[in-house]
């Protein structure tokens, strides 16, 4: 058989039940990504590596762990570093291997030079700010983007003419483009990470819904680290009711279905191309959003669900079984990459760490993972660590820079707005995890379990 077509489409930002066939909630609308799970497999237990954006795609493009590849947080932050150079990265080992590569959307520092012309073994890189020449030449008029990272309707637009239709229509040619030999195509929107700015159609259907809060919403934030009452200082938004929050919250749930009908163009011109059969299909994202949940913004300086659970969906056919969805625990960004390898059937470098995906799917004997484990190094306003650990019901977070820890019983708790860490009730639950917490760093070295921090991690005797 020939080495199959790959397309990876990463977004950035899009939470887990922010996908209407995961039937988490009311008023998302993403038939093409429904159908997508459909015909393969959903993971349902998929969770970032970290919740920051380029130290997750550098992640992706290594298949290492961050204090392994060394990308600790984004770019311009207190720490701003790109993955080490010596890593193999992804995209190389594919072109070396006679995959044509191509890029389309978002590139955010992950490697120490960006992608295309040959660079990181990129064909074919069309980045995401090319669309503002684009939007110039058609005449339509600049958004003014005068409600910050809350969000914008981008009213002046037209559906077909929007940030993500260009991008679509990219990733349409890069597909036509690559008729010579396997494609290896990754389509990165910038799309649904804030500030969210659905075109016209789009904005104006979600303008007026009524939306649910998401579960953890109403967190007092009693009891836990005193950061998160920073981060809502610092975005000026402590004592928001759901009405200031939903403007945001009815943005995203339209950009989300905007992102889903462009996806849908591009999976229809494989099936029109003849190229479905033979393309391993896979939508994830870098990590999710808080978009309100727990009286927060964006992504910072914890470890919840809303932020670290998100969609994984892969489709291949003949290859994986169709509406599968494995619960076994998932890496995203490391697990992604090992698959992408082993589909292509390309040995994978001793410094790619992750699972085959594939395996999980169709090989009750291949190991899985016991537990599912997350790092955190600080973001925007400074360095701050974070380790997690959590099981299928227990989930348990470190905080060494903290002013505490963290312990949910996510099957009573699944908002996590009721920290029990140090409840004797649970007490063996918590001293399992933290063993399990310090296996897990031990196992994978991360430099954050010494001899300073071991009887903080597994607590007292």
Not at 5 to 24: A, F, P, V
Not at 369 to 374: D, I, K, P, T, V
Not at 420 to 440: F, S, V, Y
């Amino acid at each position: 058989m020939n080495p199959p077509n790959i397309l990876l489409i990463h977004s950035d930002q899009h939470r887990y039940d922010c996908i209407g066939g995961h039937k988490l909630r009311e008023g998302i609308h993403t038939p093409n990504l429904d159908q997508l799970a459909a015909e393969g497999a959903t993971f349902s237990q998929a969770f970032a590596t970290i919740p920051i954006c380029t130290p997750a795609r550098a992640s992706l493009m290594t298949g290492a762990w961050p204090h392994q590849h060394g990308s600790f947080t984004i770019t311009q932050a207190e720490v701003d570093r790109a993955a080490r150079p010596e890593f193999p990265l992804l995209t190389e080992l594919l072109s070396t291997e006679g995959y044509r590569v191509s890029w389309t959307g978002k590139y955010h520092g992950e490697t120490t030079q960006p992608p295309g012309a040959g660079r990181l073994g990129v064909a074919d890189y069309r980045a995401a700010w090319d669309y503002k020449a684009y939007r110039e030449r058609l005449g339509i008029p600049e958004l003014v983007r005068d409600n910050g990272y809350f969000g914008t309707a981008d009213l002046d637009c037209p559906a077909d003419r929007s940030p993500l239709a260009w991008q679509a229509d990219q990733v349409i040619e890069q597909i036509q483009d690559s008729s010579k030999a396997p494609f290896f195509i990754r389509w990165d929107p910038p799309e649904p990470h804030l500030p969210c700015e659905p075109s016209q159609p789009y904005a104006e259907k979600y303008k007026d819904l009524d939306l649910d809060p998401w579960p953890s919403f109403g967190d007092t934030l009693e009891g836990k680290p005193e950061i998160l009452q920073r981060q809502r200082r610092i975005w000026n938004i402590e004592g928001w009711d759901w009405e200031k929050f939903l403007p945001t919250v009815r943005l995203y749930h339209a950009i989300i279905e905007e992102l889903d009908a462009n996806i849908g163009r591009v999976l229809a011109k494989l099936e029109e191309l003849g190229l479905s059969e033979n393309t391993l299909v896979i939508y994830s994202t870098d990590h999710g959003d808080f978009c309100g949940g727990h009286g927060l913004m964006d992504k910072q300086f914890c470890m919840y669900d809303d932020i670290l659970q998100v969609p994984l969906i892969a489709r291949w056919p003949g290859k994986i079984p169709a509406g599968v969805s494995p619960s076994v625990f998932v890496s995203n960004s490391i697990d992604i990459a090992q698959s992408i390898l082993s589909a292509a059937g390309i040995p994978a470098p001793d410094t790619f760490v992750g699972k085959d995906l594939l395996k999980l799917c169709t090989d009750p004997t291949y190991p899985s993972r016991e537990y599912a484990f997350a790092q955190y190094f600080g973001t925007q306003t400074g360095l701050y660590s974070c380790r997690m650990i959590r099981d299928h019901r227990y989930k348990f977070v470190y905080h060494p820079t903290g002013t505490c820890h963290e312990f949910y019983d996510l099957e009573t708790d699944p908002g996590e707005l009721k920290n029990l860490i140090g409840n004797p009730e649970i007490g063996p639950h918590e001293k399992r995890l933290r063993q399990a917490l310090w296996d897990t760093m031990i196992e994978c070295k991360d430099r954050l379990a010494s001899f300073w921090t071991e009887k903080e991690i597994l607590g007292p005797t």
